[in-house]
């Protein structure tokens, strides 16, 4: 699609299990363009949301509560919970805070995870229960776990693009000005792409 669009640009990814290092790289100029979940960015980075999500439960397939569409906090107080990790500015961890004290309680984190698929596969194997996103929900597929609905109000989680400002980067441009065209505002048809420049540089 790309293509068609700038024969000039291909399409580069460059991976990271949490989004606050790429903003960073972002800032210090490593980066061109990083996608991730950030309530706010720095001075002199630009952003836009490029998709919304929405907070779910993850239990094991043989938890009390795997049969139900939803579910409310006060029915998780006495579980046990596997977390991301906490210092990378994890939006995950601190809803899961914020919902539990809603609820009355504090909750109990037996095991912080690396990644998405080692904290799915620990709630498969019975070590916790989680919180995700409606994204990971629509993706990952078995693995032994449920995904559950939350009957507390949350706010929806925004996944926003980031770019420096002052960029003087040509393709740069020129692709920010076709991701009006190819990721439009998500209210309206949420969309996923990504590029890069065919020099090689890294734009994400």
């Known amino acids: 699609v790309v293509g068609e669009h700038r024969p000039g640009l291909t399409v580069e990814l460059q991976s990271s299990n949490f989004a606050l290092p790429a903003l960073d790289k972002v800032v210090r100029r490593e980066l061109d363009l990083a996608f991730g979940r950030w309530t706010d960015v720095p001075a002199g980075i630009a952003s836009r949301i490029v998709a919304i999500e929405s907070l779910v439960l993850v239990v094991a397939d043989g938890h009390r509560l795997a049969h139900r569409d939803r579910a409310s ?51 498969g194997a019975k070590i916790g229960c989680s919180l995700t996103l409606s994204s990971v929900a629509d993706n990952q597929t078995g693995g032994g776990v449920a995904y559950i609905g939350i009957d507390e109000a949350t706010e929806p989680v925004l996944v926003r693009m980031a770019w420096r400002a002052d960029t003087t980067n040509a393709a740069l441009r020129a692709l920010l000005s076709l991701t009006d065209e190819l990721l439009p505002d998500p209210r309206v048809a949420p969309a996923v792409c990504s590029f890069a420049e065919p020099t090689g540089r890294e734009l994400f």
Do not use: K, Y
């Not at 504090?106 to 596969?121: F, I, K, N, W, Y």
């Open 73 to 123: 906090m006060d029915e998780l107080r006495d579980e046990r919970w596997v977390t991301l990790p906490s210092t990378l500015g994890s939006v995950l961890i601190t809803e899961l805070r914020r919902l539990a004290t809603g609820a009355g309680f504090v909750p109990v984190v037996v095991q912080e995870a690396p990644d998405t698929s080692t904290l799915l596969a620990l709630v």
